[in-house]
């Protein structure tokens, strides 16, 4: 199972609003709606932010928001904020009943 | 309030094993599965497994299968991760997270295991 794939790094200003994109294939992203997005800051573990494409769990902000076209999920910063930077994988359950992370998404606020 | 909180890191040689432990408390243990997910230094998050802790049942991800055991003790609301025949490319933290979906959903997640392979 090849790890879904997501651009390398996206930043942007105070403020602004970003998307990352997250590509897999008929068979993970495109059959399910269970993509689910995590945000992971140096040396802690990954934080929960969206799931089921687009649901967001208690307690995250509403500036975060998921959507998905085909076999691509994204994932939507608006107002973005210093504390957004870090890392951003998302996950999809897959056909064979496994799951696969992303490549990963490094934010940088400028 | 719900938390996992896992073993301390380790130091392996290479071809020996590993078992991390995860344990778990403020929710009823057998409720929800629970993963392991892997990542190696400065590297992306790698999906290895679940195990449901009510069960025993597991599923692991083809790449481990042959070298990783999943398994529970119920008691004390514990689940274990072993891999054997460790290689230096297993150096990695190792981390479970609890699915409240069972659809890939890790709302909690532990602190996470360095365990480092090195001769």
């Known amino acids: 199972q090849s790890a879904l794939t997501q651009p390398a790094s996206v930043s942007g200003s105070p403020g602004q609003s970003i998307t990352i994109s997250c590509t897999g294939t008929s068979s993970d992203v495109g059959y399910y709606n269970y993509v689910s997005w995590y945000q992971q800051h140096p040396g802690k573990a990954p934080k929960l932010m969206i799931f089921?494409?687009?649901d967001r769990p208690s307690g995250v902000s509403n500036r975060f928001s998921g959507s998905k076209s085909g076999n691509t999920a994204s994932l939507t910063i608006s107002g973005l904020q210093a504390e957004d930077e870090a890392d951003y994988y998302c996950c999809s359950y897959t056909r064979t009943s496994t799951y696969v992370f992303g490549t990963g998404t490094k934010v940088t606020v400028l | 309030q719900v938390q996992l909180v896992q073993s301390g890191a380790e130091v392996k040689k290479p071809g020996a094993s590993v078992k991390v432990s995860c344990k778990a408390s403020g929710y009823t243990f057998t409720g929800y599965l629970m993963h392991w997910v892997r990542q190696a230094p400065g590297q992306g998050l790698e999906w290895m497994g679940w195990i449901n802790p009510n069960s025993g049942g597991t599923n692991y991800a083809q790449k481990f299968q042959g070298r990783v055991t999943m398994t529970r003790d119920t008691s004390v609301s514990t689940v274990y991760m072993e891999l054997s025949s460790l290689r230096s490319d297993d150096t990695a933290v190792y981390y479970c997270?609890?699915?409240?979906?069972?659809?890939?959903?890790?709302?909690?997640w532990g602190q996470g295991t360095l365990v480092t392979v090195s001769s």
């Open positions: 089921d494409v687009s």
């Open positions: 997270a609890r699915d409240s979906s069972n659809w890939g959903t890790y709302d909690y």
